[in-house]
């Protein structure tokens, strides 16, 4: 007897999307066009949503006297752990159907169109929480359609967009959807662009050997201020340093293609925060500046990269700054020189 083969499961990252873009969604239903809309000096503010209060019993809220969240009016990484639970719970439902579906031989265009589908995968939603004082269809419905057929159909949007590489949280990507077999990648951060990263501690008061023995990293380069200055490959001598220096780097430790530019400046997060007080305290006492640098190297015309939030706040608390440089490493003589050049 032949196997039947298994349906895909939904990633966590897949589901994470769903469930943000869906928020958004419901956010959404909040706002009314003719009603809110803001003119004038007022037209750059955030909509004016109606509120949804809603109860909660996330430990963290509860303990900050807040027994209730709007949750219209609150940001997906914001919301208390047990609505975004509530979320994924049907971001997992949906991701699954359309899984099911696509791996069947159907097209994303294919299943937004079928109501029979659409209105199939809501029937089985839990979803009773969902009373929303105003429903707006999604563009290119036809109909105008209950709040868990709108949030099938933003499942089947934001898996389009995730196969199309946007990894975004909530936005629901407009439609009729491509079908993900001719979708064109234009841009995103490619698997061939290679790029590393490194933390530096610099200034004139600098000691390497203590930032080595509090980190227990092995520095790629570490000069004292006033050091003789010597090229490790021509041997010429530049002067003595002006300035102290500790870096540690990505290089030749986090994959250079495989890995994103997210993944090298989280490596170094992971390894540097544990020190985090110690190397803030170091760097006020000692006048000193930290910075992560970061090398992107494209193989295409049209790469780009991102870094979350939460990476830029961890950057931030550590009290570094974020800088970057890029080259366009597309094979010919002149930009093949300068990647080069940069990476030695």
Sequence with gaps: MEAIPATPAATADLVEQIA?????????WFFDPQADRLDGPEAAEPPRLAPWLQPTADPGWLHRRRPLVDVANTWWEDLPADWRQRFRALASATADAVLGQTAEGRGAAELDADRVFVCATAATLDCDWLCVPRVHPLHGSTE????????????????????AGQRGLGSVPAFPAPDPATLIRMGGESPADRKHASFRLMGRRLDPDRMSELTGLRPRHAHRYGQLNVSRTTGVFHGPYRAGLWSVSTDGVVDEQLATLEDHVVWLLDRLEPHGHELRDMALA???????FCGYFQQSWNSSWRLEARTLGRVAKLGASLGYDSYVDCGTDSTDGLASDASE
């Design 286 to 292: 000692d006048d000193l500046t930290a910075d992560f």
């Design 144 to 163: 105008v359609e209950g709040p868990a057929e709108t949030l099938v159909r933003a499942a089947v949007r934001t898996y389009v967009g995730w196969l």
């Design 20 to 28: 943000a873009a869906q928020h958004s969604l419901v956010r959404s």
